[in-house]
């Protein structure tokens, strides 16, 4: 994206003004964005992975179980001896959806930003959404 507008500055081509996309890439560089970026990438790949292993957690026994039942579903001392952990996996496998509502509004930047306005100092709360909105 930006090797084009790099390769004409240093080849003569083009020159750097303030409205030059390699212009924006140096500011951005300068001020700090594009690692505020990358902190942000981090904690949403963060998020993304714990809600694949909370689903792995949540959902794997149920899965497993039911897998197995419908193997030896002619068994019926199976059958009966698999109905307590039957229940408790799905009970789980319900966990996921209500693991998830509560892990959103923790990673959501806004979220953190409501509850400093609710319970922090105000001067806080417009700093961190400064840093939010930049």
Same mark, same amino acid.
């Given at each position: 994206?930006?090797? /084009?507008?790099?390769?004409?500055? $240093?080849?003569?081509?083009?020159?750097?003004?303030?409205?030059?996309?390699? $212009?924006?890439?140096?500011?951005? @560089?300068?001020?700090?964005?594009?690692?505020?970026?990358?902190?942000?990438?981090?904690?949403?790949?963060?998020?993304?992975? @714990?809600?694949?292993?909370?689903?792995?957690?949540? $959902?794997?026994?149920?899965?497993?179980?039911? #897998?197995?039942?419908?193997?030896?579903?002619?068994?019926? /001392?199976?059958?009966?001896?698999?109905? @307590?952990?039957?229940?408790? #996996? @799905?009970?789980?496998? #319900?966990?996921?959806?209500?693991?998830?509502?509560?892990?959103?509004?923790?990673?959501?930047?806004?979220?953190?930003?409501?509850?400093?306005?609710?319970?922090?100092?105000?001067? /806080?709360?417009? #700093?961190?959404?400064?840093?939010?909105?930049?």
């Amino acid at each position: 994206m930006y090797v /084009r507008p790099h390769l004409g500055y $240093w080849l003569g081509l083009g020159s750097l003004t303030l409205d030059s996309p390699a $212009w924006a890439a140096l500011t951005a @560089t300068e001020t700090g964005l594009l690692e505020s970026l990358q902190s942000i990438a981090m904690r949403v790949i963060i998020m993304l992975l @714990t809600m694949m292993a909370i689903f792995v957690i949540a $959902w794997g026994p149920f899965l497993c179980q039911a #897998f197995y039942v419908a193997v030896f579903k002619k068994n019926t /001392r199976f059958n009966y001896a698999q109905h @307590t952990p039957r229940l408790i #996996f @799905t009970a789980m496998s #319900f966990s996921s959806a209500a693991l998830n509502s509560i892990i959103l509004p923790i990673n959501s930047n806004y979220f953190h930003i409501k509850v400093i306005e609710s319970y922090g100092s105000p001067d /806080r709360a417009q #700093f961190a959404y400064q840093v939010f909105m930049t």
